[in-house]
């Protein structure tokens, strides 16, 4: 497509663009039309010098559809919308320190998910997005036809690298009832992109629990080698933040990494969450 009122930069070969000088609080329906093609095509879009209040924040996002909740955060009083992920120099425990896709534990979990840079590290804190698209593709066909027609159950209590079950250890992020409720959905394994009918693996190292119907010493030899395949480099991007910057991103395409490497320094970041349907 050829953008006529966005400047754009791809972040790699595979996935993120930034996109530069656009006011998005005061962007006109050309300019939209443009970024939401442009989503389309490269699943994680990075908006750098939004200076945006959390209710100008959730006003923009909500472009990409209606801004839901987190399931664990009553978000701030000022705009419960907004969800604030903080790491304090003292911490050492991050939130999303793993390859996930957000919330895959509900029946309907958000189709995207918005991060605003509040403050940032000197180094470090970069955020590593994969496409789920190309990590699909690349498998062989015998392994494509294997995988059609099963389920995944994603769960809460995967305490895997993190998960919600050992989210307690947080101190800096507000989350309340992650301890006391289990919440496990189960979604179709390869799923099918919403808009483009794209196909695309749909489990994570932080949430996935088993194959429906398999026993976990079943599940866990294949669904290790999905995540493998889903981390190759050559599927990736890394967007290094400083202070400001709007990123959305599609969670049917995606997947993330929050890098923990900057112990000693203050992380802030605002987080939404856009409501999506369920996963086919
Ligand atoms: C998340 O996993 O939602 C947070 C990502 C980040 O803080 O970079």
Known sequence: MNYRY?????????IGAEVRGVDLANASDDVWDEIHALYLDRIALFFPGQTLNPTALADVVSHFGPVGKYPF??????EPRVFSLVKEPHETKNFGEGWHTDTTYADI??????LYSVETPPAGGDTLFANMYLAYDALSDGLKETLAGLRAVHSTAVRRGGGRAVGNSYQSVKLSGHDKAVLEAAHPLVRTHPINGRKVIYVDALHTARIE???DAESQPLLEYLYQCQQRPEFTCRYQWEPNVLAVWDNCAAQ?????DYHGHRREMYRLSITGERPV
């Open 6 to 14: 966005i400047d754009h930069q791809s972040l790699s070969g595979a």
């Open 73 to 78: 955060s009553p978000g701030l009083p000022e």
């Open 109 to 114: 979990p958000p189709k995207a998910t918005a």
């Open 213 to 215: 119907g398999w026993t």
């Open 256 to 260: 993330h990494l929050a890098v923990n």
